[in-house]
């Protein structure tokens, strides 16, 4: 259970961000607005997808951006994205969502790459992968804040229940949703799973308000004032 909250996140820079810029600078005309996402910032860290089996990774990016950046609808899976190197030849796939690009699966470590080739020839767009939750979207329906990704709900599974992610504190500490709009802090050290607020809409007028601080709630146990 403590492997799931291990601290597994990197900054989007460096050769990080040199692998992705000569990944997207190839991709057809329609898939440019990647490149200017990344090229202005929009795409900040990534780290890997608990939720998932495998080398899944999701992506964290500017709230200040994302925002002007999302475009409804526009949602779907880039597969087969092939990258070679030293005779082996690596899968790589994308997932893009509101028009942001949320999360990839790649086996390899990404520092391992200096001088690659990649093939597109295989690539393909698939949109079928994609089942919306509505009563998720009804919870969160019409609500913003700048200090919560509520863009990108990543759903994971902890004692045989669903949660979606709101917020990545680092260090392995996340805030998280629960099907029923219930807000939870999911804490690595010591572990611990608590209840927060029972209505995400008042929470986030309370972040909006600063009525909670995310840096009381880790260091002091209690983000509201």
Known sequence: MFGLFKKTSWKIEGKTKDFFQQIFAQLPEEF????VGLN???Y???SVNHAMKGHFYSIGFDPSQSDKSMVKGKQFHLENILIKQKAQTYP???????GLWIGFEFEKKISDFADFQIDL???RKNKNKFTK???????????KCDLLDLNNLGEFELDNKLYYQIKDLDDGNYLAI???GQVYGLIHDPYKIELINKSV???VSDVNSGKFDFDNYITKENGYA
């Open 32 to 35: 440019q607005f990647l490149t």
């Open 40 to 42: 202005n910032g929009l």
């Open 44 to 46: 900040k860290r990534f």
């Open 92 to 98: 790589l796939n994308m997932t893009i969502y509101d």
């Open 121 to 123: 020839s295989s690539i």
């Open 133 to 143: 939750d509505k009563k998720i979207e009804k919870l969160i329906h019409g609500l």
């Open 178 to 180: 629960d099907r029923n």
């Open 201 to 203: 809409r008042q929470f």
